[in-house]
C-alpha cells in the first residue's frame, strides 16, 4: 500500500522537463567498433542470412543470433542496454538495434561471427528506429527516436554518425510526446513517424538537413502496419480508432472504429474470400478484427470492419502467418489466466470463423519454474515451422519452442543458458523483406520504356543521352538524363522530374512547339475524352521508374 500511495503522489506531479541531450553529447557517445574499409564486401561465414533468427535478451542488453536449420546459437551480441526494437537495412546486410536506455546498435551480418560495428546513445529511453528504405538511398539514413528527452536523431547508415537532431514536441504544450513507430517510405525519402500525444504523424525528408511535414491523425497512436500495397499505413490508437495515411500521396485518407481500443500492429495478409485484410488483437480484448485493405479493387470494403473473432484472450501482443502457410497464430501473453499466457492460438486463415486450435506450448517446453508467457510466433523463412519464446524471469529458465506449422506438432524445444529474458523473437528474413524498396517487375520498366520511346526519344534519344533526331534543332542543349542522380549527389530527383514531366504545376510545355503539357496528355482518357489523375499518375510514375533504371553511378 505504501508504494502504491507513493507512486500514486508521484504521478500527480507536473511532468518534468526533460532533461537536454544536445548534439555535441550525441557526438561524443558515437563510436565505430569497425571502420567501413575492414568490413567484408560479402558474407564471410557460409550461413544463409535468412536462415537466421534474432533474440532481443532484455537482462544481459544483447541480443542473441540462432542458425534456424541447425538450431545452433551463432554468437551473442551486446548492444548496451535492454533491446527493444530490431529492424533490418533495407539491403538486408545491418541490423538496427534500439535499446530501452537510447542506445543504438548497428549490427553488421556480413561479418563472422556476425558483430556490432557502430553504436550511438540517442536519448534516455528509446523505443523506434528504422532505415531507409527508397530505393535511390539503400543503407544510406538511420532514424532513431528518443522519448525522452523528446527528439529524434538522423545517422549515417553505415557508421551511425549523427547528422542532424530534431525536437518532436513541436508543439510547446506537448513537452511528452512519444515516438510510435519509425517508418521509412517506400516510395520516397521519407520518414513517417507517428508521435503520441501529440496527434500528429510527421513526414520527414530524409535527405539532411530534414524537411518536416505532419498529418493531423489521432492523440494515442501506436505502432503501425503496412497494406499488401505497401501504399497504405493503418496506424492503431490506444481509444477504438485506426488511421489509415496514404504513403504514396502523404495524405490522411481516413479514421475507422474497431470494435475494441488498444489494437496491436497486427499482421496483413491475401484472404482467399475478402483479398488483402489486415488482422489485429488487442491487449485489452479477447477479440480480432478484421479489417478491409484493398482500396484499389475492393473500395467497398476499404478499412472497414469486415468481421470479428473471438480470440483465445485479452492481452495479446503479436500475430503472425506466411504466403506459405493456412494459418494465422495470435499469442496472448499478457492474459490473465496463467493457461492462456502460455498457449497460442491458431486459426486456418482462409477459415476464421472456424474458430482456433489452442496448443500447450509452455507445457511442450517441460520448464520446471516462472511465469513460462508464450509470445511472438515467428515463421521460419520457408514458412514450414514456426518459432515461439517461453518467457521467464531472470531467476528461471526459458526457452524456444518449434512447430510444424503444417501438423501443429511439436518439432523442437531449444533450451539454453544464453536463452536469459528473452523478449523478442524476429526472423532476419521477415525483417529483410519489410525493409526491402519495392520491387519492380519487366512489366514495370516495359511500360515507362515504352512511353519514353513514344513521346520523349524524339528529343532526348533512346538512352536518354540527348541526341534524339530532334535535339540539334532546339534551342538548348539537352542534359543527359542518365546522370540524374549523379548530378544530385548521387540521389534521384523526384519530385523534381515528377514536377517538369507534369508541366501542370509550373504551366511548363517543354519541348519544341506544338508538344502538349504532358500532365494533361497523359491523363487523357481516349474512351470519356476526359482527364483522369489517376491515369496521369500511373503513366508518370512509369515514366519515372524508367529513368530511375537508366541512371548510372556517381564517378
Known amino acids: 500500500p505504501e508504494d502504491i500511495n507513493n507512486l500514486a503522489l508521484f504521478l500527480q506531479h507536473p511532468v518534468p522537463p526533460a532533461a537536454a541531450m544536445d548534439m555535441a553529447t550525441i557526438r561524443g557517445s558515437w563510436t565505430v567498433q569497425r571502420p567501413l574499409a575492414d568490413r567484408p564486401t560479402a558474407p564471410a561465414h557460409e550461413y544463409a542470412l535468412e536462415d537466421l533468427f534474432v533474440v532481443a535478451l532484455h537482462d544481459p542488453g544483447a541480443v542473441l543470433l540462432i542458425h534456424g536449420p541447425s538450431r545452433e546459437p551463432i554468437v551473442q551480441i551486446p548492444v548496451g542496454g535492454p533491446p527493444h526494437r530490431i529492424a533490418a537495412s533495407a539491403s538486408g546486410r545491418y541490423l538496427h538495434v534500439v535499446a530501452r536506455n537510447g542506445k543504438v546498435a548497428l549490427i553488421d551480418l556480413y561479418a563472422s561471427p556476425p558483430e556490432r560495428v557502430a553504436s550511438i546513445r540517442v536519448g534516455f529511453e528509446a523505443r523506434a528506429v528504422g532505415g531507409s528504405r527508397h530505393a535511390d538511398s539503400v543503407d544510406r539514413y538511420v532514424l532513431a527516436g528518443s522519448d525522452w528527452p523528446p527528439q529524434l536523431l538522423l545517422l549515417d547508415g553505415m557508421t551511425l554518425e549523427p547528422l542532424q537532431r530534431l525536437d518532436t514536441p513541436l508543439e510547446a504544450d506537448v513537452p511528452d510526446a512519444e515516438l510510435g513507430d519509425v517508418i521509412a517510405s517506400p516510395w520516397q525519402g521519407t520518414f513517417v513517424v507517428p508521435v503520441r500525444r501529440s496527434g500528429r504523424v510527421l513526414l520527414l525528408g530524409e535527405t539532411p538537413p530534414m524537411t518536416v511535414d505532419a498529418l493531423d491523425a489521432e492523440p494515442t497512436l501506436r505502432s503501425g502496419a503496412l497494406a499488401e500495397d505497401d501504399r497504405h499505413l493503418l496506424l492503431p490508437t490506444d481509444s477504438r480508432r485506426v488511421v489509415v495515411v496514404d504513403l504514396l500521396e502523404q495524405e490522411r485518407v481516413t479514421d475507422r472504429t474497431l470494435p475494441f481500443a488498444?489494437?496491436?500492429?497486427?499482421?496483413?495478409?491475401?484472404?482467399?474470400?475478402?483479398?488483402?485484410?489486415?488482422?489485429?488483437?488487442?491487449?485489452?480484448?479477447?477479440?480480432?478484427?478484421?479489417?478491409?485493405?484493398?482500396?484499389?479493387?475492393?473500395?467497398?470494403?476499404?478499412?472497414?470492419?469486415?468481421?470479428?473473432?473471438?480470440?483465445?484472450?485479452?492481452?495479446?501482443?503479436?500475430?503472425?502467418?506466411?504466403?506459405?502457410?493456412?494459418?494465422?497464430?495470435?499469442?496472448?501473453?499478457?492474459?490473465?489466466?496463467?493457461?492462456?499466457?502460455?498457449?497460442?492460438?491458431?486459426?486456418?486463415?482462409?477459415?476464421?470463423?472456424?474458430?482456433?486450435?489452442?496448443?500447450?506450448?509452455?507445457?511442450?517446453?517441460?520448464?520446471?519454474?516462472?511465469?513460462?508467457?508464450?509470445?511472438?510466433?515467428?515463421?521460419?523463412?520457408?514458412?514450414?515451422?514456426?518459432?515461439?519464446?517461453?518467457?521467464?524471469?531472470?531467476?528461471?529458465?526459458?526457452?524456444?519452442?518449434?512447430?510444424?506449422?503444417?501438423?501443429?506438432?511439436?518439432?523442437?524445444?531449444?533450451?539454453?543458458?544464453?536463452?536469459?529474458?528473452?523478449?523478442?523473437?524476429?526472423?532476419?528474413?521477415?525483417?529483410?523483406?519489410?525493409?526491402?524498396?519495392?520491387?519492380?517487375?519487366?512489366?514495370?520498366?516495359?511500360?515507362?520504356?515504352?512511353?519514353?520511346?513514344?513521346?520523349?526519344?524524339?528529343?532526348?534519344?533512346?538512352?536518354?543521352?540527348?541526341?534524339?533526331?530532334?535535339?540539334?534543332?532546339?534551342?538548348?542543349?539537352?542534359?543527359?538524363?542518365?546522370?540524374?542522380?549523379?548530378?544530385?549527389?548521387?540521389?534521384?530527383?523526384?519530385?523534381?522530374?515528377?514536377?517538369?514531366?507534369?508541366?501542370?504545376?509550373?504551366?511548363?510545355?517543354?519541348?519544341?512547339?506544338?508538344?502538349?503539357?504532358?500532365?494533361?496528355?497523359?491523363?487523357?482518357?481516349?474512351?470519356?475524352?476526359?482527364?483522369?489523375?489517376?491515369?496521369?499518375?500511373?503513366?508518370?510514375?512509369?515514366?519515372?521508374?524508367?529513368?530511375?533504371?537508366?541512371?548510372?553511378?556517381?564517378?
Not at 500475430?319 to 486456418?348: C, I, M, Y
Not at 523442437?412 to 519489410?434: C, G, H, I, K, Q
Not at 501542370?504 to 517543354?510: F, I, K, L, Q
Open 262 to 555: 488498444g489494437a496491436g500492429q497486427g499482421v496483413v495478409y491475401r484472404h482467399a474470400e475478402y483479398g488483402p485484410v489486415w488482422v489485429t488483437g488487442s491487449m485489452v480484448s479477447d477479440q480480432l478484427a478484421v479489417v478491409g485493405a484493398d482500396p484499389a479493387a475492393a473500395p467497398e470494403d476499404a478499412w472497414q470492419v469486415i468481421a470479428t473473432l473471438d480470440g483465445p484472450a485479452m492481452g495479446s501482443l503479436f500475430l503472425a502467418t506466411h504466403a506459405n502457410s493456412k494459418h494465422l497464430w495470435v499469442d496472448s501473453p499478457l492474459a490473465e489466466f496463467g493457461h492462456a499466457s502460455q498457449e497460442v492460438a491458431v486459426f486456418r486463415r482462409d477459415a476464421l470463423e472456424d474458430g482456433f486450435r489452442s496448443l500447450p506450448i509452455a507445457a511442450w517446453a517441460d520448464l520446471d519454474d516462472g511465469p513460462r508467457r508464450v509470445l511472438q510466433p515467428t515463421y521460419s523463412a520457408r514458412g514450414d515451422e514456426v518459432w515461439l519464446l517461453v518467457w521467464s524471469t531472470a531467476d528461471a529458465e526459458s526457452a524456444i519452442v518449434i512447430v510444424d506449422d503444417a501438423t501443429l506438432e511439436l518439432r523442437e524445444v531449444l533450451r539454453d543458458a544464453a536463452l536469459l529474458t528473452p523478449m523478442r523473437l524476429y526472423s532476419v528474413a521477415a525483417l529483410t523483406a519489410a525493409a526491402a524498396p519495392l520491387a519492380m517487375d519487366d512489366d514495370d520498366l516495359q511500360s515507362g520504356a515504352s512511353l519514353f520511346q513514344a513521346h520523349c526519344a524524339g528529343c532526348h534519344g533512346a538512352h536518354g543521352e540527348g541526341d534524339g533526331p530532334m535535339a540539334p534543332h532546339l534551342e538548348v542543349v539537352l542534359k543527359d538524363l542518365r546522370s540524374l542522380s549523379a548530378r544530385n549527389e548521387g540521389v534521384f530527383p523526384e519530385g523534381f522530374v515528377r514536377q517538369i514531366i507534369d508541366g501542370r504545376e509550373t504551366r511548363v510545355a517543354h519541348g519544341p512547339a506544338g508538344k502538349p503539357v504532358w500532365g494533361e496528355f497523359f491523363g487523357l482518357d481516349e474512351d470519356s475524352s476526359e482527364v483522369s489523375e489517376a491515369l496521369a499518375r500511373e503513366r508518370i510514375d512509369a515514366l519515372i521508374r524508367f529513368l530511375k533504371a537508366l541512371q548510372r553511378e556517381p564517378r
